[in-house]
């Protein structure tokens, strides 16, 4: 997508390079477009667990290019006898990185599949390059597929609505900036509005990280698409009050029964849509699909992050002329007060009307699922 302008993916290869990755810093924005290079796996663990990139896919396309950068460094020189113990250990340390997203551990097996088919040390690393690509490939070409078959729900609503913008509600971040290009839950709002559709979004600010006030504004409005932020709790004011059409969210795992796990908030605009009979459609890469299991709230494992990031705020300080000044963060809570921070939660399928996938729609359910994605239907 565009900045200023200029096209971007969120990760790639440093041009004439080959041994380094760059990635856009998502903690500096919406202030600073920061450029970040990665050179080692532990550089790109630590930019993973720390969130200078984030959402489901890009963490996916993240653990692809750390895997390639952990094969260059153990292949270039290394004794056969350590290297696949090495090699291990790399995953290890990238699938430690965060539970939810399921995109993670299917980039790392799959990186781990193809280079143990490489028979000598170059074979490997060439391999492991080719697969981060195709990964980071495959995932911007799900996305903007999943665009075109999210666009006919946004026109069919845009029929009736003469003359007024399509209102479309959606939470956290499940833009381009949580993918390598496109997004999954803004690829239909891009494509509507590439088709002259009116559609204007509510974004949900979502905290405690603030992606949706941070990331999703941000890149609507480098895309042109009108938009308003709203206080995480807005969403069922609106929809009691025909505010919102159409709800799209992302997800970091869904199951294979149309459980969805997505960013903890999810479940809440989730039920306050059904309540007012508002379609809520998720839109997912096959990739955050997970094939074993069938019981999320169950089985999905929810990050528990610090209790810092519910504590303060962060943002730039604002001058009394209403100049922005330098960045700072701030306690919003009483110093001694305990606070948890769960990361995601998870919807139910009965409450999700469909779901939006590179191949097409279909219900969130095992059945409706696997016609889509047969290859995965249990022999
Ligand atoms: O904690 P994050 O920012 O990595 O969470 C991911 C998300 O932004 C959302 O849950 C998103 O809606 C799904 S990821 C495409």
């Not at 193809?114 to 690393?125: E, L, P, Q, V």
């Amino acid at each position: 997508m565009n900045v200023h302008g200029r096209h971007y993916r969120t990760i790639w290869l440093r041009p004439g390079d080959g041994r380094t990755v760059e990635i856009i810093d998502q903690r500096a924005l919406p202030h600073r477009f920061v450029i970040e290079k990665i050179s080692t796996v532990a550089q790109m663990a630590a930019a993973i667990s720390e969130m200078h990139v984030r959402g489901a896919g890009l963490i996916g396309a993240s653990a692809g290019w750390g895997m390639y950068l952990a094969a260059l460094a153990i292949f270039s020189n290394a004794r056969s006898r350590t290297a696949d113990a090495r090699l291990a250990e790399a995953a290890a340390l990238l699938k430690s990185t965060r539970p939810t997203a399921v995109n993670l551990a299917w980039a790392v097996d799959r990186q781990l599949a193809a280079i143990a088919r490489g028979s000598t040390s170059r074979a490997k690393i060439s391999i492991a390059r080719e697969t981060a690509a195709l990964i980071a490939d495959e995932d911007a070409a799900a996305c903007r597929a999943i665009g075109g078959h999210g666009l006919p729900l946004i026109r069919r609503i845009s029929r009736r609505k003469v003359g007024a913008p399509v209102n479309v509600l959606t939470h956290c971040n499940a833009g381009w900036l949580a993918f390598v290009d496109h997004g999954s839950a803004t690829a239909p709002i891009y494509a509507a509005h590439d088709a002259g559709i009116a559609v204007h979004v509510w974004v949900d600010e979502t905290r405690p990280r603030s992606q949706g006030a941070k990331l999703t504004a941000w890149e609507l409005g480098q895309h042109g698409v009108p938009h308003t932020i709203i206080a995480d709790n807005t969403g069922g004011h609106l929809m009691q009050r025909d505010m919102v059409d159409l709800v799209i969210t992302g997800t970091d795992r869904t199951t294979r029964t149309g459980d969805v796990a997505n960013k903890i908030g999810t479940y809440l605009k989730a039920l306050a849509a059904r309540d007012n009979r508002i379609p809520f459609y998720v839109a997912l890469p096959s990739s955050s699909f997970d094939w074993k299991m069938r019981d999320g709230l169950r089985e999905i494992p929810i990050e528990e992050r610090g209790s810092e990031e519910v504590k303060f705020a962060d943002g730039l300080l604002v001058g009394a002329n209403g100049r922005a000044g330098r960045h700072a963060e701030v306690l919003i809570a009483p110093p001694e007060s305990p606070a948890a921070n769960y990361g995601f939660d998870v919807t139910p399928a009965r409450l999700v009307t469909g779901l939006i996938t590179e191949r097409g729609l279909c219900r969130a359910d095992e059945k409706s699922i696997v016609a889509l994605f047969p290859e995965h239907a249990v022999r």
